[in-house]
């Protein structure tokens, strides 16, 4: 059983490779969450069985500055579904014999009677105060250390990239397996004809979705060239429509958002973990701008900025008459980072023995 977090697409659209994985090793795959996500998965995924399992629901605010407040507020709810879901996994392991859990960052999955994997980058929960981000980091260890193993989605040596996240000064005690980039994009093989000189690929939570959609809708008109806008609406059908210069699409399912990149001069996206290693699988050139409140992305858009990887801006700050040139310009350095494989999973599997 596969289990992603339903806060953001990106938590489930990672788990494609696994899922692939585990599939072509003979083993039967059954994927847990809502219906946002299963619809999205059978456009990626064949031969695999849905069960419903709700969400966190996470809300979020139109003011950055109010996020610590309105996720704070939410804390008693997360609760009451980690604990639900845990009694429901309980159930489902003795009812239907799983032999393997792997749960992408949903706390509540682990249990003594079968092998659970928590698939994690983010061992580091980044905040402003140095106190707090040490206090999160034990209860997210806590959480982990129910698990069997603990599998992460970046390379082991350093410049890593997710930093600090994947990285930090102790390890959990349960062992530790580095996956690789996680990516349901292979690079192509050969470049492909250019087809739009900017992609923009909204995701996210609202509404701080819509607000930047709007940003960009107010500002693109002056920009030349020819621009698609994947707008990150996956439960709305994939009809395009076009203004002026603007292709128009609701949400492209994996193959298609592929080409969509491949064939981009240049993709203006979120600084979400799994987008980024989408990116430098195609190695492709980026302006990236965080999710404001997200401090995760807020970490991830600065530290790769530093690194010369990818060109960042804050929302608040975009204006894309100044910042798709300068992305353009960027020389592109994101150095030959491990892609996750099949041929990993005997380490991984390795793993959860040891554990037991």
Known sequence: MVAPLDWGLGHTTRCIPIIKALQQNGCAVVVAGNAVQRQLLQQELTNVDYWHL???????????????????????????TIVREHGWLQKQVVTHNIDLVISDNRFGLFSKKTHCVFITHQLTIKTPIATVEKWLRRINFWFIEQYDACWIPDSEQQPSLAGVLSHPPLLPRIPVVYLGL?????????????????????????PQRTLLENTILEQVANIPGRILLVRGLPNQPTTATVENNVTLVPHLSGQTLLLAFAQSRLVICRSGYTTVMELVTLQKKALL??????????????YLHELGWFVSVQQHQLNLSVHLP??????????S????????????????????
Request: glycine residues 4%; hydrophobic residues 40%; charged residues 10%.
């Open 337 to 356: 980072l491990p892609v996750f494989n099949q041929t990993i999973l005997p380490t991984c599997f390795n793993s959860l023995y040891q554990a037991s």
């Open 289 to 302: 701008i965080p999710t404001p409140g997200q401090t995760e992305q807020a970490y991830l858009a600065q």
């Open 182 to 206: 996680l990516s349901r994009f292979p690079a192509p093989p050969l470049p492909l004809p250019i087809l739009y000189d900017y992609c923009f690929a909204l995701s996210g939570p609202e």
């Open 54 to 80: 709700d969400g966190y629901h996470i809300r979020y605010s139109k003011y950055w500055w109010w996020l610590p407040f309105e996720l704070a507020k939410q804390i008693p709810k997360i609760v009451r």
């Open 326 to 335: 300068e992305a353009l310009a960027s020389v592109h350095t994101t150095t």
